[in-house]
């Protein structure tokens, strides 16, 4: 049974959930059948791996009918009317969660039923409510206009107190709903464009930004920090990040965890272009971006994409904080998802903590252990290693691992062209920095190593450091 739609539901469930659900199964408002009160009983002592070798259809089905013949049948029909009622548990868990909306829900209940006096004592506590909210997010609003509909519907249908004020009420906090949703999905769409090469129908979208581009939204922290972003990703302009920041610093408490993350994954786009771009003081920047995103517990230790636990490791190591990524790779490592990739990811963070610390040959045998599935992991192991066999003088290795990076890189079908250029790129100044240093002209003054070193600067990416790299290397020779 433990691959079963129901024990894989189960095993989501807490302890405190787990006896919950026994209470409903047992009650006869949702369940009159005892057997299936019965199949609850079994089934909950297998909690919580439920992985028992009596943990099985057949061995229920004589533990509860062991004077019968086993009937697949009847088991089968028992177990998903337990399903049933599983998924009914989680219907009354959401809508426990919903806090305030089924405050309003009960507004409108009381209002269908004509109970006056205590639609007025319910609004009275829902209204304080409201009130007392500190964040201002689209779920307040969207809660506030529920609120303001109930509102004009009750009082319109009473004939007290009703006034066409309620009506430009309701439509005003609409449109503040309205505007959240609009300008944060708009903020994604671009987001993903400029990072991820997506491309979006943002129908509205230049009405809606000329209808707000000139608005403050002082009163209104998540708009103000939506419409922000948008700015960001339409300028890329250190500016517009930099009071995207302070508009973070100063509503910190009025946003929602969500709004925080967004801001958070937002910044760090933005600073891997800042980077792409030779910009090297966004690696500090970045750093603590990513360390507030596990300080929050944004990142959890229980649960971490391996590609997230390389950035987190990776970005500690430029900025030598090295005792801070090994602590955190100490917590994040069993947590490593998928599974399969947990070795891959700490053999290559242990490989690049060995390059940065110049322990050339540990990094090469740690990327060697290395086998990622993924092509963005892959070209970085490349990468690293083409640049470790230059650091050695080991002129014939790093012509062969050049030779075979572009291989790679004709091969691999999954890569976007313009990031295919830019290591293209790279590997070309890099044969040519080796091929120099073979031909013995390191202390020679000559208009070529002139002219690579323009080149080199020209560059347009900079791929993992790899521009900067580059720089660096070939103010060794003089020209």
Not at 56 to 82: C, G, P, Q, V
Not at 231 to 248: G, N, P, T, V
Not at 351 to 367: I, N
Not at 443 to 467: A, E, F, H, T
């Amino acid at each position: 049974m433990v691959n079963t739609k129901l024990v894989i539901l189960l095993k989501t469930l807490s302890k405190t959930e787990i006896n919950r659900f026994r209470e409903l199964v047992n009650s006869p408002f949702y369940n009159k059948n005892q057997n299936v009160i019965r199949l609850c009983e079994e089934l909950v002592k297998f909690y919580p791996s439920f992985d028992s070798d009596e943990c099985t259809e057949e061995m229920i089905f004589r533990k509860m009918f062991a004077n019968e013949e086993y009937n697949y049948f009847k088991i089968k029909n028992l177990i998903s009317d337990l399903y049933q009622l599983a998924m009914t548990f989680l219907k009354l868990i959401a809508v426990e969660k919903r806090g305030v909306e089924n405050e309003i829900d009960l507004l409108n209940e009381l209002h269908e039923r004509k109970l006056d006096n205590l639609y007025l004592q319910k609004e009275k506590q829902v209204k304080k409510i409201m009130n007392e909210r500190i964040v201002k997010d689209e779920f307040f609003y969207e809660a506030k206009y529920q609120l303001a509909r109930a509102a004009t519907s009750h009082y319109k249908f009473e004939k007290s107190s009703y006034t066409f004020d309620l009506i430009q009420n309701e439509f005003d906090i609409f449109v503040r709903y309205a505007l959240i949703v609009l300008l944060r999905t708009y903020s994604k769409m671009l987001t993903n464009k400029n990072h991820g090469n997506v491309d979006f129908k943002m129908e509205m979208f230049e009405n809606i930004w000329d209808y707000i581009k000139d608005k403050d939204f002082d009163d209104n922290p998540s708009c103000k920090i939506y419409k922000q972003i948008i700015a960001l990703e339409l300028s890329r302009d250190e500016k517009d990040y930099r009071l995207l920041m302070s508009y973070k610093e100063k509503n910190e408490k009025n946003l929602s965890d969500e709004d925080i993350y967004y801001i958070l994954l937002v910044a760090n786009s933005f600073a891997v272009y800042r980077l792409r771009l030779g910009d090297e003081s966004f690696y500090r920047e970045r750093f603590n971006i990513l360390k507030e995103m596990v300080d929050r517990n944004i990142t959890s230790p229980d649960y971490a994409l391996y590609v997230n636990v390389i950035s987190n490791y990776t970005s500690a190591c430029v900025v030598n904080e090295y005792e801070w990524a090994e602590d955190f790779l100490n917590r994040f490592q069993n947590g490593i998802s998928p599974a399969e990739e947990r070795s891959n990811t700490i053999n290559y963070c242990k490989g690049f903590l060995a390059y940065r610390l110049k322990k050339y040959g540990k990094a090469l045998e740690f990327f060697s252990r290395t086998n990622f599935k993924l092509f963005l992991v892959k070209v970085m192991v490349r990468s690293y290693t083409v640049r470790i066999y230059y650091e050695q003088d080991m002129h014939e290795q790093t012509l062969s691992s050049i030779d075979a990076f572009r291989h790679y890189l004709k091969s691999e079908k999954m890569m976007a062209e313009e990031q295919k250029i830019a290591h293209y790129e790279f590997l070309k100044y890099v044969g040519e920095l080796t091929k120099l240093k073979t031909e013995g002209f390191k202390n020679k003054n000559d208009k070529g190593i002139s002219l690579l070193k323009k080149d080199i600067r020209k560059m347009q990416s900079n791929p993992l450091g790899v521009k900067n790299w580059l720089i660096e290397k070939s103010e060794n020779f003089r020209g």
